[in-house]
């Protein structure tokens, strides 16, 4: 069982021990427990109250190399936690520790600072002033690698840094470091920063004094220098602008293009390339277009470098010189593409490396849409397809990838001339190599639109069978590796057929493939990526025969299948299928049969089955799918009486409890309505309410002006008619006294007189004041020439008189007392709406308008209730004034 275990031999001779027993007392050698002595544990314990500034200025000072660099490495999150004081004290302790410091630690330092550098953690100056004097007193390290890192940060720093601080404390120091006295390293690091500061500053300060420095350097004696500074030229002629750089800047690259160092050169090229952009039509014909036509007539025998960088960018040169060229000049340079396009292929050039032409060979594959562009579609077939045919039978197997990759542009420029690449497509579908083929596939579907839409209809139906034929084998070769990724990707290219091919094609062709491959795969990433593929294709086919018949095999072989990994394969199905197909085609064909599933033995299908119910429960709508919705309840509930397999009771009662949760969602969204509709309603009655109150309110306001001016007339009414009714009650007792001691008359009277006056007072209503002196007047003048019997009459009325006056009485009486209590109410009414009005003061301080609204309202209903009282009352009063009145009248 175990073949390196020591077997142990009986003791040997008293000479020695066996050497089994010698390996054996090796092996229980009492073992260190710790690679630290006591002494070395208590140097590196550190004090547990420390924070971790403290704990970092203390490792810094007394701690070992190793304590030191993993400071300086944590120094940006200590610059995160405490910036102020981590500036303050561990920065200056960062600076001791780096003189005379090791390698290891100088590079820690340079890596964080430029750390904190590149992630804005700065937030002052004043710290990146502190970093930016660190990195200047260690940029010129003797070991090279610790300087490029310390450059690196300072690069970084001059982002950050002000444009006085850049000028003062980094660009003075280059105007002695570039001289030739100092180091190759010093150079160098000169050349970086001036094209790095020169998009700090304005066109003039660059122009002024960064220019004249960088001409020096790129002068400079040693090639490397003057190769950097040339590669830094590009941004200073972006920060000095096009005509600046047409005058100081191009005649220099000029001059460095015809250097003897052939890097130099290729640099200078590089640069002026990449300057295109922003030259004239005139300086594109005389300065870059020789100096491409002298490169294309002597980079093939002289300089393989800039044959390299030419073939790179051939195809953005071509473009941009295309309205500046002759054509004798464009011939030229269609022929170089060709001869670039055979580099290494031909045996008298053995003498270049082959590394260096076959990525010749791959950059004019990159630029063949650019070439096709720059070409007339007319001379295509002379001056470009023999390229590319050479390019895809290539045999380097990265021409043909580079190819590949590009093929899908090629085809989209030819347009209806696509078929004279009919032949080039055929080669990369059927190449042995399997990285053409995943560079093909990449936009295998935006060629094959191309190419089964665009192309002449009578070429296109002589070679579509090739073509269909090529698409299969090339599915074969990949199905048949491991490249299941590869294989994946394929098939999702495939489902653009449904949309190019006839549907009676595709079914004969592909539709029985895509399901073989279903059924018999057993990479379930491939299978699930047939079915997707297979749903398409049944998704966009016309004819309704083939669709049953296609529908009808996945229910036989994959629903009712024999093997369980069918079963699991159409519930796979139907998963993609809800994505593909509308919902009541999905309904209609492939619920039904995934409910059947709940009868499977085997409970791995059931486990699919219960994880699909969620999105087989959300295609179904009532009342149209009520049946259905019935069929997959009686399922759940088959699931929950009848599983015993633990994980498809469990996933049943998630789906159940789920399902619950839905239902309790729906009741809470119902009662949120609800409320929502019921605020609404009590918003309108709210409104309805304002403005009645409102309304309310004024009405109020009007019949207290009216009340009050009514109730100042009643009074003085009042007192006005009380002092008449008494001084008229004494003048008649007057009368009737005089009349009693006056002699009686002899002359004979009619009787009907006192009846006529008592009908003439009578009918005088309620009687006015002139009314009631010309009824007195001449009752005054009868009552003067009355018989004897009169006195008798008089006597009588006078009595009745007397006894009327004391009812007169009586009723003022009871009036003033009704008077009294009407002021009394008047009173109180008064000190109400006082207090009222303190009420609706406080509340305005403490409520809302709305309240206050509402409680004006109420104010509103009881001034009401007080002017019917008061209404009531004036009745009642004017009642009993026209009765006194009356009376009176008839007792005269």
């Known amino acids: 069982m175990f073949p390196g275990r020591m077997t142990l031999s009986p003791p040997g001779p008293p000479g020695g021990p066996p050497e089994e027993l010698q390996e054996l007392a090796f092996i229980e050698r009492p073992i260190r427990r710790s690679l630290k002595t006591a002494e070395e544990i208590d140097q590196l314990t550190v004090d547990e109250d420390l924070n971790d500034v403290e704990r970092a200025v203390y490792l810094l000072s007394v701690g070992q190399e190793v304590q030191r660099a993993s400071v300086i490495s944590n120094l940006p999150s200590l610059v995160r936690q405490n910036p102020a004081e981590t500036f303050r004290r561990v920065v200056p302790k960062v600076r001791e520790v780096l003189n005379g410091a090791g390698a290891e630690i100088q590079l820690a330092a ?153 890097r130099v050169r290729l640099a200078a090229f590089d640069s002026i390339i990449s300057l295109m952009e922003m030259m004239d039509g005139d300086d594109r014909l005389h300065l870059l277009v020789p100096l491409v036509m002298s490169a294309c007539d002597v980079s093939s025998q002289v300089d393989e470098g800039i044959m390299v960088s030419l073939s790179f960018q051939f195809g953005k040169l071509c473009s941009g010189l295309a309205g500046s060229l002759s054509e004798e000049q464009k011939r030229l340079l269609l022929q170089k593409f060709q001869v670039l396009c055979i580099t290494g292929l031909q045996t008298e050039e053995n003498q270049m490396d082959v ?100 192309g002449d209809n009578l070429i296109l139906d002589n070679k579509l069978p090739e073509l269909l034929s090529a698409l299969l ?39 029985a493939r895509i399901f073989i491959i279903l059924t018999t795969n057993k990479v379930l990433p491939v299978q699930k990526e047939a079915a997707r593929t297979f749903c398409t294709f049944l998704r966009y086919n016309r004819k309704q025969e083939q669709r049953q018949e296609m529908m009808e095999r996945l229910i036989q072989d994959l629903a009712q299948g024999r093997s369980y990994w069918n079963r699991l394969r159409f519930l796979d199905v139907c998963e993609i299928a809800t994505e593909i197909f509308s919902r009541k085609y999905f309904n209609k064909h492939f619920l039904i049969p995934a409910l059947e599933l709940v009868h499977d033995p085997v409970a791995n299908v059931r486990y699919k089955l219960c994880q699909l119910l969620p999105r087989l429960r959300s295609s179904l709508r009532l009342p149209a799918d009520k049946l259905l919705l019935q069929k997959l309840d009686f399922c759940v509930q088959k699931f929950l009486c009848r599983e015993k397999d633990k994980d498809v009771v469990a996933m049943i009662r998630k789906f159940h409890k789920r399902h619950e949760w839905d239902l309790l969602d729906q009741k809470k969204e119902k009662e949120e309505m609800l409320l929502l509709e019921m605020e609404q309603l009590e918003r309108q009655q709210s409104d309805g309410k304002l403005n009645s109150d409102k309304h309310a309110e004024r009405k109020r306001r009007d019949s207290k002006t009216s009340l009050s001016s009514a109730k100042s007339m009643s009074v003085s009414s009042s007192t006005g008619s009380s002092s008449s009714g008494k001084e008229t009650r004494k003048a008649k007792l007057s009368r009737s006294r005089s009349l009693s001691s006056q002699p009686t008359s002899s002359k004979p009277v009619n009787s009907d007189r006192p009846l006529k006056v008592k ?134």
């Open 110 to 262: 340079a890596t964080s600072f430029l750390t904190i550098l590149q992630d804005d953690i700065i937030l002052i100056h004043t710290h990146t002033y502190s970093i930016l004097k660190t990195v200047l007193l260690h940029l010129n390290h003797r070991d090279t690698v610790v300087s490029s890192a310390w450059l690196e940060t300072l690069l970084s720093a001059i982002n950050a840094l002000p444009k006085e601080t850049i000028k003062q404390e980094v660009l003075n120091p280059l105007l002695y470091q570039s001289q030739l006295s100092h180091s190759l390293q010093a150079r160098l690091a000169a050349c970086r920063i001036l094209g790095k500061a020169s998009c700090k500053f304005d066109s003039l300060i660059v122009k002024k004094e960064l220019l004249p420095l960088a001409r020096s350097l790129s002068r400079d004696t040693e090639s490397e220098v003057r190769v950097c500074m040339c590669r830094q030229l590009e941004s200073m002629a972006r920060a000095i602008g096009v005509d600046d750089t047409r005058t100081e800047l191009l005649p220099e690259l000029l001059e460095l293009a015809g250097d003897e160092e052939s």
């Open 355 to 454: 590394g260096e032409s076959t990525l010749i060979r791959c950059n004019c594959c990159y630029n063949l849409p650019a070439m096709v562009a720059f070409v007339d579609p007319a001379h295509f077939l002379c001056d470009i397809h023999p390229s590319l045919s050479g390019l895809c039978s290539d045999p380097e197997v990265s021409v043909r990838r580079s190819v590949a990759a590009s093929f899908h542009q090629v085809v989209k420029l030819l347009e209806s001339n696509v078929h004279v690449v009919h032949k080039e497509l055929l080669l990369l579908l059927q190449d042995s190599a399997l990285e053409v083929l995943d560079a093909l596939m990449n936009h295998l579907d935006e060629t094959l639109e191309v190419v089964l839409s665009r």
């Open 473 to 511: 084998s090339a599915e074969q070769k990949v199905g048949s590796s491991l490249r299941w990724r590869l294989h994946e990707k394929l098939l999702h290219r495939y489902s653009c057929l449904s949309r190019l091919l006839p549907g009676e094609l595709l079914h004969q062709t592909f539709s």
């Open 759 to 892: 009908d003439l007072s009578s009918s005088s209503g309620l009687g006015k004041s002139t009314r009631d002196d010309s009824v007195r007047t001449p009752h005054f003048t009868l009552t003067t020439q009355s018989t004897s019997s009169m006195p008798v009459l008089i006597r009588s009325k006078t009595t009745s008189l007397l006894d009327q006056a004391s009812l007169l009485e009586q009723r003022e009486h009871r009036t003033s007392t009704l008077d009294h209590r009407t002021g009394n109410r008047d009173q109180r009414n008064h000190m109400m709406e006082h207090r009222t009005s303190s009420l609706e003061e406080r509340e305005h301080r403490t409520s809302t308008l709305d309240h206050r609204d509402h409680r004006t309202s109420t104010l509103g209903q009881r001034s009401k209730t007080m002017e019917r009282g008061s209404g009531m009352k004036d009745s009642q009063s004017r009642k009993l004034s026209m009765n006194r009145k009356s009376n009176s009248l008839q007792s005269e």
